[in-house]
């Protein structure tokens, strides 16, 4: 009967173990993915300031285009 409750006691820490790995490995995968997500390149731009066209199109390029894959005007056509 000793044995038994040994085991039992094992079978507890163990699943204890586990389930605290879960959560550590959750709350860690959640704030990288929180991370990632809030570090975007955006620039703000308050209702005071005229945009124009340039800018406009600037932002675009940005976002769409990394500085290694600009596409020139003779390649497109």
């Known amino acids: 009967m000793k044995m038994e409750g040994v085991i039992d006691m094992?079978?507890?820490?163990?699943?204890?173990?586990?389930?605290?790995?879960?959560?550590?490995s959750a709350t860690v995968l959640f704030v990288t993915l929180k991370q990632s997500t809030s570090q975007e390149d955006q620039?703000?731009?308050?209702?005071?300031e005229d945009l124009t066209n340039e800018?406009?199109?600037?932002?675009?390029?940005?976002?769409?285009l990394s500085d290694d894959d600009?596409?020139?005007?003779?390649?497109?056509?």
Request: net charge negative; charged share 25%.
């Open 55 to 64: 800018d406009i199109s600037n932002e675009i390029d940005d976002a769409f």
């Open 43 to 48: 620039q703000g731009y308050s209702s005071s």
């Open 10 to 24: 094992d079978k507890k820490i163990i699943s204890i173990f586990l389930l605290l790995i879960i959560v550590i």
């Open 70 to 77: 600009e596409v020139e005007i003779g390649e497109m056509i």
